[in-house]
């Protein structure tokens, strides 16, 4: 509304109604152009931001702001963080190593292997099943000596010959001659060199010795025992025996 003080008309060359205003008010319609309007001030419209409500947030973002970063990989960056329940500490691992330098007392050096996948050296004693090809073997050696039992013993059907240790042959020969060529020679085993059996096997004078002293020799496999002697038993009269033993 604009305030005219006066109004006058008049018609011009043309014909049209001038009106002159002044010292009046007159309604404008502004809607044809853009009005310009001053002020001052104007008044907040409800619930607008002040400069206390600001004041607030600001108080609200400062300090620690929590985000979701669920949307994208957050950094995350600590000096240190706690340990999970059970965790190698500084103490377990002195308490194992002490564990490993037991266990390596203990072995003295000595590693066990699971030596699947090569060929792994064996020694002592190996029962062998078949062999193939070529085998360089070595036969054992054989102790004793020449009438190393009897040497020129005059014996009678009283006499036994002392106990032979054979406990570690796997094999043993007796060998030697009498001036008797009727009468066998018995032969016994013992376990304590105390209680004796006689064996199943006499010796024999060789079929083939004519001439005194006659020969006789047997070879005993396996036997378990761990002392043999000689019973002359059989024996008729008084006669003279060299005898050896050899144990392999």
Known sequence: ????????????????????????????????????????????????????????????????LTVDGSATTQPVSAASLPLPSGAATATNQTSANGLLSSIDSALSGTLIVDGSASTQPVSGTVAVSSVSGTVATSAPSVSGTNNNHLSS????????????????????????????????????????????????????????????????????EGACVKYVRLNFANYTGTETVNATILTQ
Request: aromatic share 10%; glycine share 6%.
């Open 153 to 220: 013993q005059s014996v009678t059907s009283a006499y036994q010959s002392s106990g032979f240790d054979v406990s570690s042959a796997s094999r043993f020969s007796i060998m030697g001659n009498t001036t008797d060529n009727t009468n066998s020679i018995l032969v016994e085993f013992s376990a304590d060199n105390t209680n004796w059996y006689r064996a199943n096997t006499e010796l024999f004078p060789s079929y083939n010795d004519f001439s005194s002293p006659y020969d006789f020799y047997n070879s005993f």
């Open 1 to 64: 509304m604009v305030r005219i003080s006066q109004a006058s008309q008049s018609v011009n060359a043309l014909g049209e109604q001038i009106v002159q205003i002044s010292n009046a008010s007159l309604s404008v319609d502004g809607s044809g152009v853009t009005q310009p309007v001053s002020a001052v001030s104007l008044p907040l419209p409800s619930g607008a931001a002040t400069a206390a409500n600001q004041s607030t947030v600001v108080s609200l973002l400062s300090g620690t």
